[in-house]
């Protein structure tokens, strides 16, 4: 029932590509359309002027996780009509407290006709099967690349913020999330760790997760061993390669198959381990901090 | 018993050895039955080197797994790591990585080869094997649920038990489908619907519990895997398939008596019924507690009494104990092959043996395709 969690690990050659793949498409974004925003008006070609600040929208629907997390960070609740399965799931939602009491949709395109969305968010949500799925109407469309940085996060910061109509609440959580993290020190030093996931998965540059090592002093395992962004590094490997840390998620620390069995193996025992919650990292957002803040914590501490 | 099966000697002879002589019990109606029985029980049932031949490649493969993996390293590393004396990282590498999935390796194959031997000279099929009659697809599902929903956490035990339990289960539920039909077809049947319902209940228990990694999941279940194993898995699996192989070798005279039918074995005075319980027990037992570790690896209890049996008399129980040696040095010969062959994702075990085993069923069906 969630297998819409696999947006990282797990999906081998397919998601290896496809994280490449969703890199490229935001860079693309960003070099197209300034800050990544893209009104798409199905029927008028072209993009559509930004909403006037007197004409907020008020049947918001969100097709992505991680836009569930600007949504409910910079939105109104009643303007919020609808969020994906996944926004109450504390696995894998930074804000599933928030969203709970908000209704879930689906992924049927019959709620969306039922709700009559006059805004929605979604990575590449042209693409959308959802969408897809509808007749064509004037539904504005804001499409959330895949952020990979601190920067990018920033810029999707204000645009959801400017979509929404609540310019200035972006502008101040941007303010915060950068006066939090400049006040973080670097306690990594240049040692050397892996962002490794069930099954062997190791997470490379480009990603938000190098992003958060390289702000904590780290340096990525995968980038010294040049490896793309979701490759798989087998338990001997990574005994081999030898790096300082190991940064793990929460919810692999629990042994509930034989891919978390893997992370607890005995052979990686001598290992110092970072636990991070995937909810964290998974999407760009405003969790970005929290990670920042506890990666840089229990590197302290270590 | 033996109602309107055609009978053809020379095909028979050659095809399945004398487990098919027509069992008619009646001693002296029939030649061959006779030099059989007194064959049987005789020293020389075996080749003189298979069983040293069997070891001498068992101990290479063993070398060639603990030298071979995704980190290069220098046969005196590998030796320096095994006596103690090596540095952190070859230490970790051999003993805490690739130790233990040899000995699960052989644990697993061992079960594997000696269940398919006992199981066609049981059941006098040359196509009976753990993964073809469902066993270990219905032992995987045992192991499953267990882990899946969090119960293997209770004891240590748990888990095994609970995949021999659910063996031995598919085990009874095979012998209510096929009953005592004497046809090889109709026990192959049974077996298919017994492992598809398993390998369904696998997926469904997959589909149902909370771990969205379910997908892949369920392909390490049914193809078997025993890359990244520790030494808490050879301590699961080797009781199991200690005692399992035990109860299954202690088989070897009434699986022989049987082969001339259940009223010949009778009239030679072997307990039918305690021997089909000690038999499926040891087969349940055996490949329940394998399967516990590695999944369901289809096909090697299927090939390796075919490889030895030329080797032997065809006696059911001369090929018990080479079928054991040579499971376990097929299992380790196909997971060095899994290591070698390069893969961006890690190949299955039973897709190697899938692509060794086929082509003996293949074999034997059309063997067979007349009598079907």
Redesign the interface.
Known sequence: MKRGKLFRGEGAMAASSGARSLRSGAVIGLAGLGAALAWIGAAPAGPTPAAQPGARPRRIVSLNLCADQYLLALADRDQIAGLTRNATDPDLSAAAKDARGLRILGQSAEEILEIQPDLIIGARSRRSPVLAALPAQDYRLVDLAWATSFAQIAAQTRQIADAVGHHGRGAALVARMERDLAGLPQPGKGRVAAYYQRRGYLTGTGTLVDDLMQRAGLVNLAGRLDKPALSRLSLEELVAARPDFIIVEAAAEKVSDQGTEMLQHPALRGVRRIVLPQAWTVCGGPAYVRAARSLVEQLGAS | MNRARPIDPPRATLAQGKATVPDTGIPGRDERCEVFVNDTFHDARRHGFLLPGLVLFLLLAACGSLAL???DLAPTRVVAALVGRAD??AQ??VV???LPRLLVGLLVGAALGLGGAVLQGFLRNPLAEPSVLGTSNAAALGAVVM??F?LADWHGVAMPAVAIVSGLGALALLFMLAGRSESPLTLILAGIAVSTLAAAGISLAL?LS????????IM?WLLG?I??R??AHVRIALPCVAIGCALMLTSGKAIDALSLGEDGARSLGVDLARSRIVILSGVAIGVGGAVAVSGAIGFVGLIVPHLVRPFTDRGPSAVLLPSLLAGALLLTLADIAVRLIPT???LKLGVVTAFLGVPVFMTHLLRERRIW
């Not at chain 2, 909370?210 to 999941?217: D, I, R, T, V």
């Open positions: 993996g995704p980190v952190p990282v970790a590498i805490d990585l690739r882990l899946y969090g589909n909370p771990n969205p990694f379910a997908a892949m999941e390490t895997s890359e990244n520790s030494f961006t994702t890690e």
